[in-house]
């Protein structure tokens, strides 16, 4: 399995998760679980971008 | 059971349902299997999504050769850490036989328990070996913390703090408030 698909199977049992504990009805759980998936998965590659430049230990 | 008023956000009224019933036995339900304490006060459909969610996060994290924490003192945060598997309820147990070949909570210290310390520290680094286990203790202990959630939320609509939405859902009889 890849970083990114763990990543993203981790973002989609989170959000699902939440979705059903804080929503009721189909709409308000599927608007709240999108947002925390993408918000997730956005926030998680934007930090890669900013940690982009800075170089892996032990490497040049 | 109480039947309130209150308004949505786009301003309409909606009923919701505020029962209150004392919480120790879904609370207990909750904790000993994911999911299984919305059954008991009648959520069922989120209680079963929760129940395969929580559960798919903590197969996962055994797939992927995650590890439990046991509370070592030469580590203070892993208390913490130890704390929140415990949550997970009896499933703990057997991610921690799977772990540690042995129900352990606490790692001795090397003063006391040198070589017992080592043969622990041993079992564990086999286990780490496996490139995923750090993602799989990440979902053992999310799924861990979802369950405390879960008994939480549990707890909140037995004392009447978070209303049914639902009127059908709420447990006849049972109201107080």
């Known amino acids: 399995m890849s970083h990114f698909l763990i990543m993203t199977l981790h973002s989609l049992l989170v959000a699902v998760f939440f979705a059903f504990l804080t929503r009721d009805g189909f709409m308000p759980r599927l608007r709240i679980g999108l947002f925390l998936f993408a918000g997730m998965m956005m926030g998680a590659l934007l930090l890669a971008w900013f940690m982009y430049p800075y170089p892996v230990q032990g490497q040049p | 059971m109480a039947t309130t008023a209150t308004a949505g956000a786009s301003g309409e009224e909606t009923a919701v349902a505020v029962t209150s019933r004392s919480p120790w036995l879904p609370c207990l339900a909750a904790w000993l299997l ?27 994290g055994l797939a992927l050769e ?112």
């Open chain 2, 66 to 177: 995650g590890t439990v924490y046991a509370m070592d003192p030469e580590q203070p945060l892993s208390y913490l850490s130890t704390a929140a598997n415990v949550g997970m309820g009896p499933l703990d147990l057997w991610a921690r036989g799977i772990t540690y070949g042995t129900l352990r909570y606490r790692i001795p210290d090397s003063r006391s328990g040198a070589v017992e310390r080592e043969r622990v520290l041993q079992v564990m680094r086999e286990r780490y070996s496996a490139p995923t286990h750090s993602y799989g203790r990440t979902f053992l202990l999310t799924a861990a913390l979802m369950n405390l959630l879960l008994v939480l939320d549990v707890y909140d609509y037995c004392i009447g703090r978070k209303p049914y939405q639902r009127q059908d859902e709420a447990p006849p009889g049972e109201c107080t408030a």
């Open chain 2, 34 to 60: 994911p999911g299984a304490g919305h059954l008991v006060i009648r959520r069922t459909v989120p209680g079963l999504v929760l129940m395969a969610v929580v559960l798919t996060t903590f197969g996962v």
